[in-house]
């Protein structure tokens, strides 16, 4: 069995290193090529207020957050859920560095999130297919024929559902793809199903990855 997360964070804002925090976490399981209704979501309170610009792009008030379970509240439900597959992140050094920062805060052990872990950077692949070509995700969208007309703002569990499709059109998949997904296979949400172990690799932030982000809420 060959098992994938697919995952999206939202943010108070766009840097990490000057205390914004995840305030939406989304999660989609493929299982050999097939994706599930195992789907991880949970709002998240922030405790600190929502940038202006970041709640444009993905329309969550600080009003909203505030009855909201802390990352603290749900961190050993994700790290249950993710268990030790690999990971798909459209741009992953931005969302691996907000999850870590999230787990150091929660007083849990960072190795558990990405080290010995395989991770698929979308975002990286877009651009070795497609050099010099837009590669946000709602390009990625239109260039596979995905179909993302509800995706009036960003949202984690909305974006990790279109991620997942486009990941499997990239890798090229031989099923038939209808709406979100190539198929739906049902799975315990309480008990994912696990993988053993495999040679995997990290993937770290670097410069020109942080400005593509912002270029990427800009448009």
Not at 30 to 38: C, K, Q, V
Not at 62 to 71: G, I, M, R, T, V
Not at 120 to 147: H, Q
């Amino acid at each position: 069995m060959n098992r994938l997360i697919v995952l999206d964070t939202e943010t108070t804002g766009l840097d990490v290193d000057d205390g914004h925090r995840v305030i939406e976490i989304g999660c989609v399981e493929i299982i050999d090529r097939s994706i599930t209704d195992n789907f991880f979501h949970y709002y998240i309170n922030p405790q600190r207020l929502v940038d202006e610009k970041a709640f444009e792009v993905h329309g969550l008030s600080n009003d909203f957050l505030s009855d909201k379970p802390k990352f603290s509240d749900v961190v050993s439900k994700l790290i249950e859920y993710i268990s030790d597959s690999a990971l798909v992140i459209h741009n992953a050094p931005f969302d691996l560095g907000f999850l870590r920062e999230e787990y150091r805060l929660s007083n849990m052990d960072t190795s558990l999130l990405d080290s010995n872990r395989k991770v698929y950077d979308t975002l990286k692949m877009a651009r070795r297919e497609s050099p010099g070509k837009r590669n946000s995700l709602d390009a990625l969208c239109g260039r596979y024929s995905v179909d993302n007309t509800n995706r009036n703002l960003h949202g984690a569990l909305l974006d990790a559902k279109l991620l997942a499709s486009v990941y499997l059109k990239m890798t090229q998949g031989q099923t038939s793809i209808v709406g979100l997904s190539e198929s739906t296979i049902k799975t315990s949400k309480t008990n994912p199903q696990i993988i053993s172990s495999r040679e995997q690799k990290i993937i770290y932030a670097n410069k020109s990855e942080i400005e593509s982000h912002q270029k990427y809420f800009q448009k």
